[in-house]
């Protein structure tokens, strides 16, 4: 397994297996990996020849300091895991590598319209780093395809927007979400849990499953409602519970083919996102 830190020394790595043909996957990581991450690994190793894993905790993702302080940080643990699941490369950049002018200065890529509700409403600013820290892994690592999970199924979409209209040649691939035997969606914030509201945490898909087998087209409002109600009672402080479009995230239209709830809530000070997939009856 190889570790690069420097951008300069990665691309001349990468420019040796494709002077070969070798095809390259890209897992982008912010690292604290867990069995998620090792499924998006796996799927990745099937769509390639040749697997970089990237751990970078991007500061401007994150909407508070004290946010990003708090993330974990386990770069040694994460490298053995690696080792032990034969990864061609992992990318470790230091803070400077990728934002040589400082995280002030830097541009970034702001994708209208997908960006603007649900977690964009309320972590303004966060899917404008995401997509910055993304479009700076493709141009250094020139993939061939990306994985990401299911779980962040709004950044999915807008990655996947932001692919199409910077014409990057480069196929994103959907990871499904890995669920603990319980069914809450793995997650690294998922550590900052106490045990009691570990125990609290599954209630969230719950609601998410308890909203698909009620479904109703006719009947959404009440739907959302229920759930943030429901979610409430059990101790959960909820952003949003919201139906949409799976294509588009809009609000829920006669004629679509495939709907997604999402929702975002609190269990005391880590913040919980999941979603559902189902068709539209």
């Not at 040749?50 to 993702?61: A, D, G, L, R």
């Not at 990728?98 to 997908?114: A, D, M, S, V």
Request: hydrophobic letters at 40%; proline letters at 5%.
């Amino acid at each position: 397994m190889k570790i690069f830190s420097a951008c300069e020394a990665i691309r001349d790595h990468i420019s040796q297996y494709k002077s070969t043909h070798e095809s390259i996957a890209l897992v982008p990581t912010m690292g604290h990996l867990h069995d998620g991450h090792i499924s998006l690994i796996e799927l990745a190793k099937t769509k390639a020849t040749k697997v970089v894993v990237s751990i970078f905790i991007n500061p401007i993702q994150f909407n508070q300091v004290s946010d990003y302080e708090r993330y974990p940080r386990t770069l040694n643990d994460d490298l053995e895991k690696l080792r032990q699941f034969n990864i061609d490369v992992v990318f470790t950049p230091d803070l400077d590598e990728l934002y040589p002018q400082g995280t002030t200065n830097t541009p970034k890529i702001i994708i209208p319209q997908l960006t603007e509700s649900l977690e964009g409403q309320y972590r303004p600013g966060h899917f404008d780093g995401v997509c910055t820290v993304v479009c700076k892994l493709f141009n250094i690592i020139t993939p061939d395809v990306a994985i990401f999970g299911a779980k962040d199924f709004q950044q999915l979409l807008i990655i996947r927007r932001m692919t199409q209209d910077l014409n990057f040649n480069i196929d994103i691939i959907c990871g499904e979400t890995r669920r603990e035997a319980d069914g809450l969606a793995m997650s690294s914030r998922n550590s900052h849990l106490s045990p009691a509201q570990r125990t609290l945490a599954p209630k969230l898909f719950s609601a998410l499953q308890q909203t698909k087998d009620q479904f109703s087209s006719n009947d959404i409002k009440t739907l959302q409602e229920k759930g943030v109600s429901w979610l409430e009672q059990h101790g959960f402080r909820v952003e949003y519970f919201s139906i949409r479009d799976a294509e588009n995230l809009q609000p829920i239209t006669q004629g679509t083919d495939n709907a997604v709830v999402l929702a975002a809530a609190w269990l005391g000070e880590t913040r919980l996102i999941d979603n559902l997939l189902f068709p539209m009856p």
